[in-house]
């Protein structure tokens, strides 16, 4: 079975502070794929970024960035500067990625980002 | 290009009652997933439809039930309803999401009294 771990619940910085959500997963399959949402309070998920289980490089996009490290089954979210509008909920999500799969999202409990001005 | 619509966006209903929810994709996008969310089970998968044909279901009483039209529009119905059944439901379009990424619309906050 899948499972996605976010241990962290709720996070505060001050602006401009850089942060870090840590996400960790357990699946048995070989292939697999890994998501990042975002939940701001109008409920709505935005989708972020999707990374296929072979694909182990490091990604960059403006002031967000993620690590992924399959040795540790983590996949860890940094914002950079963060800024008010930051402020959200950020979902780890997983899914099969194996042909005729179940696409279903697993996701994990979500963390709460606070950013103060 | 317009975002995943879900309507209507609250609803207020009373136990034992059924409802209906509705969701349009993205246009071109033939897939569409259901889930749950609430305070204590957090985001779960209810079902996915493609083309017409539900393809994978997740583990909910047969009183969620589910369709999808040939314009890839999808309806959700609870019947009976029960109190547990309040949470904010969210539907999701990809144009395949076995292979692409699924984009959410901004839900439907069910109230059951």
């Known amino acids: 079975a899948q499972k996605v771990t976010q241990a962290q619940t709720e996070i505060s910085v001050v602006e401009k502070e850089d942060v870090t959500l840590d996400c960790v997963y357990e699946?048995?399959?070989?292939?697999?794929?890994l998501f990042w949402y975002k939940q701001p309070p109008s409920g709505e998920l935005v989708f972020l970024i999707r990374?296929?289980?072979?694909?182990?490089q490091n990604e960059i996009s403006g002031r967000y960035s993620w690590n992924f490290q399959k040795s540790t089954s983590s996949f860890n979210f940094t914002i950079t500067a963060s800024q008010v509008v930051d402020s959200a909920v950020y979902f780890c999500?997983?899914?099969?990625?194996?042909?005729?799969?179940?696409?279903?999202?697993?996701f994990g409990k979500g963390i709460t980002l606070s950013v103060r001005p | 290009k317009a975002g995943v619509t879900q309507t209507p966006r609250y609803l207020i209903k009373t136990r034992g009652q059924q409802v209906t929810l509705s969701c349009s994709p993205i246009s071109g996008h033939r897939s569409v997933s259901w889930y749950q969310q609430t305070p204590g089970q957090g985001l779960q998968f209810l079902f996915e439809y493609f083309s017409e044909t539900q393809r994978n279901k997740g583990n909910f009483p047969g009183r969620f039930s589910g369709r999808q039209f040939s314009n890839s529009r999808s309806e959700m119905n609870v019947s009976t309803l029960e109190l547990g059944d309040s949470a904010l439901y969210l539907c999701?379009?990809?144009?395949?999401?076995?292979?692409?990424?699924?984009?959410f619309g901004p839900g439907t906050r069910l109230t059951v009294t």
């Open positions: 999701a379009s990809s144009r395949d999401s076995q292979k692409y990424e699924q984009y």
């Open positions: 699946t048995r399959d070989t292939t697999y794929y």
């Open positions: 990374r296929n289980s072979f694909d182990e």
């Open positions: 999500a997983l899914s099969e990625a194996k042909r005729g799969a179940n696409s279903k999202l697993t």
